[in-house]
């Protein structure tokens, strides 16, 4: 069972462009991750925010985390032809024994 | 950090066969996860992998199809019993720790034919 849900589902946007990516959960967390996973090649792990923060940097990516609302946000600024792929969230609970579950990803295209 | 690694990388199979895919850690981890990656699509968690007890599954998994020993703290299998071609995915075997990053095996990318 996936317990994040992605939206969008697919993205395409400009080189220069900011691409935001949202993700929702269902039960409380320890954290949240987000990947990236390139075509054909394995997952890339980004930033892990936890649950007690609201706010994570990591050059030119910013990911928040509301809690009360369950959902968490991944920005890219300034996205290069580079930053296509796909991306996850997953996030990780001790709801039902500790384990991490990922949503279905957004698909992001940046065109040059 | 954690470096895992996965064997087979690849592998084609043919239907009704059984495959066992191998997971070793370089130190001691308390849980080891076993996902599914079908083509195009997200990382479905199968089973949690505990050194010591029965492994747990999650829905639509079960342990006849996806038997799971975990003999040590360093070493898991995850079986694909019984084959069909809707059983080809990457498999990965994966090791986290209390709010820190999962980190996975290079995967098994499995053909059933």
């Known amino acids: 069972s996936q317990q994040g849900e992605e939206d969008p589902q697919a993205l395409s946007i400009q080189e220069g462009e900011n691409a935001t990516m949202n993700c929702s959960y269902k039960t409380s967390i320890n954290n949240l991750q987000w990947y990236r996973q390139n075509s054909g090649r394995g997952l890339v792990h980004l930033i892990l925010i936890r649950s007690n923060e609201r706010e994570k940097h990591s050059g030119r990516l910013r990911v928040t985390l509301d809690t009360s609302k369950k959902s968490s946000s991944l920005l890219i600024t300034a996205s290069r032809a580079a930053d296509t792929a796909s991306y996850f969230c997953?996030?990780?609970?001790?709801?039902?024994?500790?384990?991490?579950?990922f949503g279905a990803g957004t698909r992001l295209f940046v065109k040059a | 950090s954690a470096v895992i690694s996965q064997k087979p990388s690849r592998d084609i199979c043919q239907r009704g066969t059984s495959l066992t895919i191998q997971c070793q850690v370089d130190s001691q981890v308390t849980m080891m996860f076993w996902y599914r990656q079908q083509p195009g699509q997200s990382l479905t968690l199968i089973a949690t992998a505990n050194q010591g007890s029965e492994a747990t599954y999650e829905s639509g998994f079960v342990i006849d199809k996806f038997p799971i020993s975990r003999p040590n703290l360093t070493f898991s299998t995850l079986t694909v019993s019984n084959m069909s071609p809707e059983d080809s995915s990457i498999y990965l075997c994966?090791?986290?720790?209390?709010?820190?990053?999962?980190?996975f095996g290079q995967g098994t990318r499995l053909t059933v034919v």
């Open positions: 994966s090791v986290e720790g209390w709010n820190t990053e999962a980190f």
């Open positions: 997953a996030t990780a609970s001790n709801t039902g024994g500790f384990k991490t579950i």
